[in-house]
T-cell receptor
Framework: GQQVMQIPQYQHVQEGEDFTTYCNSS?????IQWYKQRPGGHPVFLIQ?????EVKKQKRLTFQFGEAKKNSSLHITATQTTDVGTYFC???????????????FGQGTILTVHP | SAVISQKPSRDICQRGTSLTIQCQVD?????MFWYRQQPGQSLTLIAT?????????ESGFVIDKFPISRPNLTFSTLTVSNMSPEDSSIYLC???????????FGPGTRLTVL
């Protein structure tokens, strides 16, 4: 079945440093989504990427979708303590039918920001 | 966006017993999903629940262990049956965004089995 690998598992940064997490799927994706989960909270949707090579920005966050639609990255510029949490990518398979709407989550990257 | 509530928020149960988790949405949705998340781990999809049809289970999850009901477009339940300590986890329901694929998650139910 589809697998989504995400690295690194952990990232500790000083406030102000940049942060990047990478996601790689074993199969071509219809789209990829990113979620943030604060400690003790539930996953919250950040963004969806659909097009090959797509780049989207949300303030200090930059999301990229690879040309082959199998990999993605999230980059945070100048981290702040409010960025603390676990960042998950989640892939939607390319096939329809019974796969519609189903997300396969990566393992997540736990981000710690030291003030 | 959808607002989702779950009951109970947490519970401590004895092995061999069963717990039913409720998921309530503030709007009608087609698809609802149930996930399991062990502490510090990723989310694993248990099943997809559509109103009016049997739930579709992912590999490794069976209906006898995790029966699901979906009586209407705003409500679903997941039962964890004959629990063992290995079932200790956070159980989350989610709903799709209605054509946009994004999912909205409930706050989760933290289950501890002794």
């Amino acid at each position: 079945g589809q697998q989504v690998m995400q690295i690194p598992q952990y990232q500790h940064v000083q406030e102000g440093e940049d942060f990047t997490t990478y996601c790689n799927s074993s199969t071509t994706l219809s789209n990829i989504q990113w979620y943030k989960q604060r400690p003790g909270g539930h996953p919250v949707f950040l963004i969806q990427l659909v097009k090959s090579g797509e780049v989207k920005k949300q303030k200090r966050l930059t999301f990229q979708f690879g040309e082959a639609k199998k990999n993605s990255s999230l980059h945070i510029t100048a981290t702040q303590t409010t960025d603390v949490g676990t960042y998950f990518c989640a892939g939607v398979p390319n096939a329809g039918g019974t796969s519609y709407g189903k997300l396969t989550f990566g393992q997540g990257t736990i981000l710690t920001v030291h003030p | 966006s959808a607002v989702i509530s779950q009951k109970p928020s947490r519970d401590i149960c004895q092995r061999g017993t069963s717990l039913t988790i409720q998921c309530q949405v503030d709007s009608q949705v087609t698809m609802m999903f149930w996930y399991r998340q062990q502490p510090g781990q990723s989310l694993t999809l248990i099943a997809t629940a559509n109103q009016g049809s049997e739930a579709t289970y992912e590999s490794g999850f069976v209906i006898d262990k995790f029966p699901i009901s979906r009586p209407n477009l705003t409500f679903s339940t997941l039962t964890v049956s004959n629990m063992s300590p290995e079932d200790s986890s956070i159980y989350l329901c989610s709903v799709d965004g209605g054509g946009t694929n994004e999912q909205f998650f409930g706050p989760g139910t933290r289950l501890t089995v002794l």
